[in-house]
C-alpha cells in the first residue's frame, strides 16, 4: 500500500529541496568515512567556503585582509585560525555586506531567528544550504529507523501572525506532524490518544520531559516510537531517567543553530558526532566556547562565528560503538556570557549547571529549577517542589562551593515552565 505521507514528503521536497535526495545519499555514504577522510573532506570544504566568501562578500574580504590572508592562494589551516572571529551582532549590523550576489542561486529562502539573545537575525538561506541541512536531519534519523515523513509530535513555538500562523499548520500538514507550544496539562493530556501512532517526539527537551512526568502514572503505549529528539535546550541528566521509564529510550541530542545548520547529532550508542560534511568546529582556548564555520552557507557565509555555547570536545582517540568515526562532541555546557552578580564577584551563569548537576550525580536527586536574579548580591531558585529545610540544605551547601557572596532564596513555582519558548535556566532582571 502506498504511504500517503512518503509521497507527499517525496513530491514536495523535489518542488522545495530538489537538491536534498542528492545530498542525503551523499551524506549516508560518508558517516562511514575514516576519521582522517572526514578530516581531508572537511578542510577540503573549508577551504572551498573561506575562497568563495573571499571573492563575493565585501565584508569577508575585508576580514581576510586585516588578517593578511587570501584563501584562494595562500591556505592553512594555522592562517584560518588566527581570522577574528565573527558575532552575532556582526552578523545583524553588516548583514548586506555579509550576503553573496543573489545572481549565483536559483533559489533562497527568507529565515528569521532570534534566538536565546533575542537579537533578530535575518538572511537568505540559498537552496542547496536549506536541503543539506533538512538532509542531515533526514540522516539522523536514519540512525534510528525513522523517516522524515513519519508521523510526528513536535514542541516548537508558534507565530501569532495569522498569515504565518496558517502557513505553520498547512507546513506541519505537509510533514505529518502536530504541534504543542506551550506548557498547559490539560493539553498534554489530550495527545495521549495520538501518541500510539507518533513515531518521532522532538522539539524542546524540556517540554519532552514535562510530557513524560505528566503522563508517568497512565501507562502511555509508544509502540511506534522510534526516536525522541530534544533540541534547543540543554537535555539534563535526570531528563533521561523518566525519558527511558516512559518513553523507553533517552533523548537524543540534535546541536545545532538557524544560522549555523546542524552541528552535531546524537547517535543510539549515545555519542554527539560533529556534522563533519556541513561544519568545521573550534574550541575557544580561552572560555570554551564553540567557534563554527558552516561549510554550505554560500549565500550568507558565517566563519568562525562563536555561537555562544561552552562545549567539550571528545579526545580525538575516542570511539563511539557505534563505529562511526566523526569527532564527537561530549557535552553542551550552556551558553556563556550571561553573568551572575554578587555583592562584590561576578559569576557565570554556567555555574548553576555545575551545582545542579553535581547534585544530581552526588546525591542521586533531580531538581527543576529557574533562577532569577533582581538585585547584585541575591538570587532567587524556583523550583517545582516543596522546599523544605532538607533541599534548602542540599542546594545552599553545593552553591556555597561556587558564591561567596550571594544571598539564596528557595522559592516554589510549579508553573515557571508554563512560559511559552525555550526554557532559561536563569534569568536575569538587572539592567
Same mark, same amino acid.
Given at each position: 500500500?502506498?504511504?500517503?505521507?512518503?509521497? !507527499?514528503?517525496?513530491?514536495?521536497? *523535489? =518542488?522545495?529541496?530538489?537538491?536534498? +535526495?542528492? /545530498?542525503?545519499?551523499?551524506? @549516508? #555514504?560518508?558517516?562511514?568515512?575514516?576519521?582522517?577522510?572526514?578530516?581531508? !573532506?572537511?578542510?577540503?570544504?573549508? *577551504? =572551498?567556503?573561506?575562497?568563495?566568501? +573571499?571573492? /563575493?562578500?565585501?565584508?569577508? @574580504? #575585508?576580514?581576510?585582509?586585516?588578517?593578511?590572508?587570501?584563501?584562494?592562494?595562500?591556505?592553512?589551516?594555522?592562517?584560518?585560525?588566527?581570522?577574528?572571529?565573527?558575532?552575532?551582532?556582526?552578523?545583524?549590523?553588516?548583514?548586506?555586506?555579509?550576503?553573496?550576489?543573489?545572481?549565483?542561486?536559483?533559489?533562497?529562502?527568507?529565515?528569521?531567528?532570534?534566538?536565546?539573545?533575542?537579537?533578530?537575525?535575518?538572511?537568505?538561506?540559498?537552496?542547496?544550504?536549506?536541503?543539506?541541512?533538512?538532509?542531515?536531519?533526514?540522516?539522523?534519523?536514519?540512525?534510528?529507523?525513522?523517516?522524515?515523513?513519519?508521523?510526528?509530535?513536535?514542541?516548537?513555538?508558534?507565530?501569532?501572525?495569522?498569515?504565518?500562523?496558517?502557513?505553520?499548520?498547512?507546513?506541519?500538514?505537509?510533514?505529518?506532524?502536530?504541534?504543542?507550544?506551550?506548557?498547559?496539562?490539560?493539553?498534554?493530556?489530550?495527545?495521549?490518544?495520538?501518541?500510539?501512532?507518533?513515531?518521532?517526539?522532538?522539539?524542546?527537551?524540556?517540554?519532552?520531559?514535562?510530557?513524560?512526568?505528566?503522563?508517568?502514572?497512565?501507562?502511555?503505549?509508544?509502540?511506534?516510537?522510534?526516536?525522541?529528539?530534544?533540541?534547543?535546550?540543554?537535555?539534563?541528566?535526570?531528563?533521561?531517567?523518566?525519558?527511558?521509564?516512559?518513553?523507553?529510550?533517552?533523548?537524543?541530542?540534535?546541536?545545532?543553530?538557524?544560522?549555523?545548520?546542524?552541528?552535531?547529532?546524537?547517535?543510539?550508542?549515545?555519542?554527539?558526532?560533529?556534522?563533519?560534511?556541513?561544519?568545521?568546529?573550534?574550541?575557544?582556548?580561552?572560555?570554551?566556547?564553540?567557534?563554527?564555520?558552516?561549510?554550505?552557507?554560500?549565500?550568507?557565509?558565517?566563519?568562525?562565528?562563536?555561537?555562544?555555547?561552552?562545549?567539550?570536545?571528545?579526545?580525538?582517540?575516542?570511539?563511539?560503538?557505534?563505529?562511526?568515526?566523526?569527532?564527537?562532541?561530549?557535552?553542551?555546557?550552556?551558553?556563556?556570557?550571561?553573568?551572575?552578580?554578587?555583592?562584590?564577584?561576578?559569576?557565570?551563569?554556567?555555574?548553576?549547571?555545575?551545582?545542579?548537576?553535581?547534585?544530581?550525580?552526588?546525591?542521586?536527586?533531580?531538581?527543576?529549577?529557574?533562577?532569577?536574579?533582581?538585585?547584585?548580591?541575591?538570587?532567587?531558585?524556583?523550583?517545582?517542589?516543596?522546599?523544605?529545610?532538607?533541599?534548602?540544605?542540599?542546594?545552599?551547601?553545593?552553591?556555597?562551593?561556587?558564591?561567596?557572596?550571594?544571598?539564596?532564596?528557595?522559592?516554589?513555582?510549579?508553573?515557571?515552565?508554563?512560559?511559552?519558548?525555550?526554557?532559561?535556566?536563569?534569568?536575569?532582571?538587572?539592567?
Amino acid at each position: 500500500m502506498l504511504n500517503f505521507h512518503k509521497w !507527499l514528503f517525496f513530491k514536495g521536497a *523535489k =518542488k522545495r529541496n530538489p537538491s536534498i +535526495f542528492a /545530498h542525503f545519499e551523499e551524506l @549516508k #555514504k560518508t558517516e562511514q568515512s575514516s576519521q582522517s577522510e572526514l578530516l581531508k !573532506l572537511n578542510e577540503e570544504r573549508l *577551504k =572551498k567556503i573561506c575562497c568563495f566568501a +573571499f571573492q /563575493h562578500s565585501d565584508f569577508y @574580504k #575585508k576580514r581576510f585582509e586585516e588578517a593578511n590572508f587570501n584563501p584562494c592562494t595562500s591556505w592553512s589551516l594555522e592562517a584560518f585560525r588566527k581570522l577574528k572571529p565573527v558575532e552575532k551582532k556582526e552578523l545583524i549590523e553588516f548583514n548586506e555586506s555579509i550576503h553573496t550576489p543573489k545572481s549565483f542561486f536559483k533559489k533562497r529562502f527568507f529565515v528569521e531567528t532570534s534566538g536565546t539573545s533575542g537579537e533578530i537575525l535575518t538572511f537568505h538561506r540559498d537552496e542547496s544550504w536549506d536541503s543539506f541541512n533538512r538532509a542531515a536531519i533526514w540522516r539522523g534519523y536514519s540512525w534510528f529507523g525513522a523517516n522524515p515523513w513519519d508521523r510526528k509530535l513536535y514542541f516548537w513555538g508558534y507565530n501569532t501572525a495569522p498569515l504565518k500562523r496558517i502557513k505553520l499548520i498547512l507546513m506541519d500538514f505537509l510533514v505529518n506532524r502536530f504541534r504543542l507550544f506551550d506548557y498547559d496539562p490539560e493539553k498534554l493530556r489530550k495527545l495521549l490518544p495520538r501518541l500510539k501512532h507518533v513515531k518521532i517526539i522532538e522539539g524542546y527537551s524540556s517540554m519532552i520531559y514535562e510530557l513524560a512526568n505528566l503522563i508517568k502514572n497512565d501507562n502511555p503505549s509508544f509502540d511506534s516510537l522510534k526516536l525522541v529528539k530534544g533540541t534547543s535546550e540543554k537535555v539534563f541528566p535526570h531528563y533521561q531517567d523518566i525519558a527511558r521509564r516512559i518513553y523507553k529510550m533517552p533523548i537524543a541530542n540534535e546541536y545545532g543553530s538557524t544560522e549555523s545548520g546542524i552541528i552535531a547529532f546524537e547517535c543510539p550508542k549515545g555519542s554527539m558526532h560533529i556534522n563533519m560534511e556541513g561544519v568545521h568546529v573550534e574550541r575557544d582556548s580561552e572560555d570554551g566556547g564553540i567557534i563554527v564555520t558552516n561549510l554550505q552557507s554560500f549565500s550568507f557565509p558565517t566563519i568562525r562565528y562563536k555561537l555562544g555555547d561552552e562545549i567539550v570536545l571528545a579526545p580525538s582517540e575516542y570511539k563511539c560503538a557505534c563505529g562511526m568515526e566523526s569527532p564527537i562532541i561530549m557535552e553542551v555546557t550552556g551558553r556563556i556570557g550571561k553573568k551572575i552578580f554578587g555583592k562584590n564577584q561576578i559569576y557565570p551563569s554556567l555555574t548553576l549547571y555545575y551545582i545542579f548537576k553535581n547534585i544530581y550525580f552526588n546525591e542521586n536527586r533531580s531538581i527543576d529549577f529557574q533562577a532569577h536574579q533582581y538585585q547584585k548580591g541575591r538570587m532567587e531558585i524556583w523550583v517545582k517542589e516543596k522546599v523544605t529545610p532538607e533541599l534548602e540544605n542540599l542546594v545552599f551547601t553545593e552553591a556555597k562551593k561556587y558564591f561567596s557572596d550571594i544571598e539564596l532564596t528557595l522559592k516554589e513555582k510549579y508553573d515557571f515552565r508554563q512560559q511559552a519558548g525555550k526554557l532559561r535556566d536563569f534569568v536575569s532582571h538587572l539592567d
